[in-house]
């Protein structure tokens, strides 16, 4: 049992958006559930108006350690993590060293459990130092201490159809699921935005969202055919919302996510040639935007992934093309997915739970995470004040990228607290303290 | 106008108000004593991360002529893994005290970078970016086509546009600034513009922008076009399968003899040939056609140091902070030099 947990009583919060009730929070997990709870020695806390939900789950972060320290490491991007609502990280494999051994994923793990802030998830390579010409040793990061169920080439296409075939079909052996960051690299050579009215006058190179779709197209067939399970990394154009549904009727099993700013901003905006702006898959036409919207409300698409990328200021501070991609989004995902799906009608906040939780949690396979709300369950709860309003100032965020696309934006939604594990690591929509976890701690 | 970075935002009348003010400053350039006092202790760099002699030397020439100092910065490779950032030159010039930044970049979105940030205070001028635009390039096109057009109504080019002109622009228009920077413009201007290229050298989304498009020239050539312009085409775009090769290139849309002698039997014998250079002689045009009467070639090079002169000046002289420069253009024209905008 953890040192620090303690007893709360969170007191008429909505469930889930629902009915008012009171949350007892003891030893860690939901202990008592209803209306008039009272408790020795709890610290009370009023939530009315306040909204209880899961504990958010990314299935998509760039923590950068090991290795690019100086973009963000495991301790500032969890914090980022826990202010932003979520009990839980998966953290992609490009790290340096790629996380593609069990010794890197065994390091990120210890580094988060280290930290305290919520659950890091390493992310496995599929390929040797994403270099997609050979299997990474896959089963040795399911067995090892991390216990990897997501294998990812992240930022990199594994493209080659043989190469892609094997990996679905060997992680089959530990039920682990191939994450495709889908771009056919013949087809976006040099590209640099979103193909279509805007490149064309601008005169950037094109991404067209074909390089998308059709490998996207190719990866259901192969899950299909070798009977495994794939989940496609922030879909981006109507046209891969299209296929993937078209998939799913047809049984095969795949998963697809949505990053927030694919919910809500277009290519227009790469008119500034600003340098934020720039992300890989870029940012698509509004005709994309609304596709995605919709396909997460019905369920074509199953979470929302963050696809947090933090970046140093002189990686953005520069030409178009010379800038990293990438965005962050930790702190600004609740805001952005009820900005563009709650307060549109487009879900509700149980549908909230179900995108950001639930749904993410059975992808990644963890199992005290995107629980019920319910007497018994591990407390993995957030608690989120839909009324607030704020304006996005990258500069007070606790991750150490600067480069919000939603800088001066006015968003919905503010966190008020996380319990990670029955532990507030947020309260009062401040950073609290961090879990100790009681059998790790000395081990980073 | 405190930048020129792109003409797709160049209104009616700052376009007019340039290609005016050009043919004032082409009055100056016919004189024996080709300078004028307009720009003196006015500090403008060419910075140029890419190489072109001619652009670099037209507007040095420029703003030598209206007396400015004239710093060339040649900057390879602004890669932050390669050296000095773009951020780093820029405040390096703006500490030494520049008033106009010319820049040549081969980054689209570069000249924007260096107008939106607070890197530089000094105006910036886009010398080509990328495949963006070229908009001085365009104005000394539009220079050239209006005098012409000027000439064929017998009527003086001063506040004229170029309403009823037929345009066609043939070659690699994806790769091409100075064909965006020419549609965008001649728009403006009031022309009708057609695209003649390869469907693999034309930008998805080229249907959206407000000219006609074609595959096919001699077509084009029989619909009419009182000014043709070449753009220049490398023969390397063959190995990246934008065309099969040179000689197919050539044979279906290079300007070639066969074309030439065609403007003849069509009997459009006022049509200009033009080309912004450096040519591919025997690819995008013919030596016959680059050499004929038509040709324009040398008029846009020596319309382009009038334009830049006027590009340089009403930035300059246009900010509050030099007002003496106001009177000493005095004598080469009346009208105003404070900008709205």
Known sequence: MAANTGTYLIQGAAILGGEPADLLIRDGVIAETGSGLTAEGATVIDASGLVALPGMVDVHTHLREPGREDAETVETGTRAAALGGYTAVHAMANSTPVADTAGVVEQVFSLGQAAGWVDVRPVGAVTVGLAGEQLAELGAMADSRARVRMFSDDGICVHDPVLMRRALEYVKAFDGVVAQHAQEPRLTAGAQMNEGEVSAVLGLAGWPAVAEESIIARDVLLAQHVGSRLHVCHVSTAGSVEIIRWAKERGINVTAEVTPHHLLLTDDLVRSYDPVYKVNPPLRTDADVQALRAGLADGTIDVVGTDHAPHPSEHKECEWAQAAMGMTGLETALSVVQHTMIDTGLMTWADFARVTSTAAAKIGRLEDQGRPLEAGEPANVILVDPAARWTVDPSRMATMGRNSPFKGRELPGKVVATFFKGHPTVLDGRLNTPFRHAASVGAA | MKHLLSTEDLSLSNAIRILDTAEEMAAVGDREVKKLPALRGRTVVNLFFEDSTRTRISFEAAAKRLSADVINFAAKGSSVSKGES????????????????????????????????????????????????????????????????????????????????????????????????????????????????????????????????????????????????????????????????????????????????????????????????????????????????????????????????????????????????????????????????
């Open chain 2, 86 to 341: 773009l951020k780093d030159t820029a405040q390096t010039l703006s500490a030494m005290g520049a008033d106009a930044v010319v820049i040549r970049h081969w980054a689209s979105g570069a000249p924007h970078r260096l107008a939106a940030t607070d890197w530089i205070d000094a105006a910036v001028i886009n010398a080509g970016d990328g495949t963006h635009e070229h908009p001085t390039q365009a104005l000394l096109d539009a220079f050239t086509m209006r005098r012409h057009w000027a000439r064929l109504a017998g009527t003086g080019s001063e506040g004229a546009d170029l309403k009823g002109m037929r345009v066609a622009i043939a070659g690699d228009v994806l790769h091409s600034r100075v064909a965006r920077s020419n549609v965008w413009l001649l728009r403006t201007l009031g022309a009708d513009v057609t695209l003649v290229a390869p469907p693999t050298l034309l930008p998805i989304g080229v249907e959206k922008w407000p000219c006609k498009v074609s595959y096919n020239m001699d077509e084009t050539l029989e619909q009419g076009a009182d000014a043709v312009m070449m753009l220049r085409v490398q023969g390397e775009r063959m190995n990246a399968s934008f065309f099969p090769s040179t000689r197919e290139y050539s044979r279906r849309w290079g300007f070639d003899d066969n074309r030439l002698r065609a403007l003849d039997t069509l009997g459009m014998k006022d049509t200009i040939i033009m080309h912004p250079g450096p040519m591919n002689r025997g690819l995008e045009i013919s030596a016959a056609a680059a050499d004929s009467p038509r040709s324009t070639v040398l008029a846009q090079v020596r319309n382009g140091v009038s334009v830049r002169m006027a590009a340089l000046y009403l930035l300059l002289s246009g900010d509050t902070r030099e007002p003496a420069a106001t009177p000493a253009l005095a004598y080469a024209g009346t009208h105003s030099t404070k900008e709205s905008n």
